[in-house]
Nanobody
């Protein structure tokens, strides 16, 4: 199964920025559409950004214009640049394929936006 490890979360002030990283195992990483998901307390997990192997991207309306997903297929890495952060962005952020592999969810990384 695919193993995924997220990192880069932390506490930031509203309007601040953060860059998340995701390291993926396997030698066939480059063929998958990858995404970033988030789950806030009491809310369902939602897909906020996705990127095909060729770099075509999609974003949830709530983050469009503020978040940017990117990937380095040679390094099996996916990134999420988060700018203009808002308190409502507070959540645990996960990476996975999009659509996800159900058995490949990692621990995620906590992002807290607060003054």
């Amino acid at each position: 199964q695919v193993q995924l490890v997220e990192s880069g979360g932390g506490l930031v002030q509203p309007g601040g920025s953060l860059r998340l990283s995701c390291a993926a195992s396997g030698s066939i990483f480059a063929i998958y559409r990858m995404g970033w998901y988030r789950q806030a307390p009491g809310k369902q997990r939602e897909l906020v950004a996705a990127s095909t192997s060729g770099g075509n991207t999609n974003y949830a309306d709530s983050v469009k214009g503020r978040f940017t997903i990117s990937r380095d297929n040679a390094k099996n890495m996916v990134y999420l640049q988060m700018n203009s952060l808002r308190p409502e962005d507070t959540a645990v952020y996960y990476c996975n394929a999009a659509p996800p592999f159900r058995d490949s969810w990692g621990r995620g990384t906590q992002v807290t936006v607060s003054s």
